[in-house]
């Protein structure tokens, strides 16, 4: 079927970038209010203070880069895909290894796991600094 206007090839590329994005930063918030809830609502008894509060650390962030991830996804309708591909996987990886790690310290207390979150923090750094560099270039 055809439809009224056709897109060209390059405008329908970065509209099945901009469903990615929308659909990574719905997966991370939907998970991150479920996680979210969780924590205030069965394990507070169970983790102690400074665990609940790592763990509200990495909702938190997580929360903000999927709002970010939806951002991306809209932009890149309209900004084209290349460089908010690579701010889109910067925030994606922020999101696994800084909240990933601060999920993994705070269940289990294992040190070494908050070693992994400045790495995380540096590609949340990076997605916003590539943000402001392609706002500024449009």
Same mark, same amino acid.
């Given at each position: 079927?055809?439809?009224?206007?056709?897109?060209?090839?390059?405008?329908?590329?970065?509209?099945?970038?901009?469903?990615?994005?929308?659909?990574?930063?719905?997966?991370?918030?939907?998970?991150?209010?479920?996680?979210? $809830? $969780?924590?205030?609502?069965?394990?507070?008894?169970?983790?102690?203070?400074?665990?609940?509060?790592?763990?509200?650390?990495?909702?938190?962030?997580?929360?903000?880069?999927?709002?970010?991830?939806?951002?991306?996804?809209?932009?890149?309708?309209?900004?084209?895909?290349?460089?908010?591909?690579?701010?889109?996987?910067?925030?994606?990886?922020?999101?696994?290894?800084?909240?990933?790690?601060?999920?993994?310290?705070?269940?289990?207390?294992?040190?070494?796991?908050?070693?992994?979150?400045?790495?995380?923090?540096?590609?949340?750094?990076?997605?916003?600094?590539?943000?402001?560099?392609?706002?500024?270039?449009?």
């Amino acid at each position: 079927m055809q439809t009224l206007v056709e897109r060209a090839p390059e405008t329908e590329h970065r509209w099945e970038q901009a469903h990615k994005w929308i659909a990574l930063g719905a997966v991370f918030g939907l998970s991150g209010v479920a996680t979210g $809830a $969780a924590g205030a609502h069965l394990l507070e008894s169970h983790l102690a203070a400074d665990s609940l509060d790592t763990l509200e650390t990495a909702v938190r962030f997580q929360m903000y880069h999927a709002l970010a991830l939806l951002v991306v996804g809209a932009l890149s309708g309209t900004w084209g895909h290349r460089s908010l591909n690579l701010i889109g996987w910067l925030f994606t990886a922020g999101i696994l290894l800084f909240s990933g790690s601060l999920y993994l310290l705070s269940f289990t207390d294992v040190g070494a796991f908050g070693a992994v979150a400045p790495i995380g923090g540096l590609a949340f750094i990076s997605g916003w600094g590539s943000l402001l560099i392609a706002a500024l270039r449009k």
